[in-house]
Nanobody, 123 residues
Framework: QVQLVESGGGLVQAGGSLRLSCAAS????????MGWFRQAPGKEREFVAG????????YYLDSVKGRFTISRDNAKNTVYLQANNLKPEDAAVYYC????????????????WGHGTQVTVSS
């Protein structure tokens, strides 16, 4: 079965950095666009970043542009989110998801989801 397993979350001070990873199995990884979403308590889940199936196109939430970078390694079936200059408002559970359209945009068809990794940012 398809599994997406996130890792790399944790507690970081404001201004710090984290690198989130998402390891995929059970699917043809290179056929899927990939995305990162987040959900903070009491808020709706929001699209943070996405990447096309070969990595040629990336998309970002406006508030993370210039601070977050999404990348992927199709040989390792893994997608990454490098999050720099973290702010308290970035604190949330971060989820990776696989987009069956292959585009990785926020409006893609995200068919598979991981269970999330917690990011906490102290001010």
């Amino acid at each position: 079965q398809v599994q997406l397993v996130e890792s790399g979350g944790g507690l970081v001070q404001a201004g710090g950095s984290l690198r989130l990873s998402c390891a995929a199995s059970g699917l043809t990884f290179s056929a899927y666009g990939m995305g990162w979403f987040r959900q903070a308590p009491g808020k709706e889940r929001e699209f943070v970043a996405g990447i096309s199936r070969r990595g040629g196109y990336t998309y970002y939430l406006d508030s993370v542009k210039g601070r977050f970078t999404i990348s992927r390694d199709n040989a390792k079936n893994t997608v990454y989110l490098q999050a720099n200059n973290l702010k308290p408002e970035d604190a949330a559970v971060y989820y990776c998801a696989a987009d069956a359209t292959g585009r990785g945009t926020g409006t893609g068809f995200f068919r598979y989801w991981g269970h999330g990794t917690q990011v906490t940012v102290s001010s």
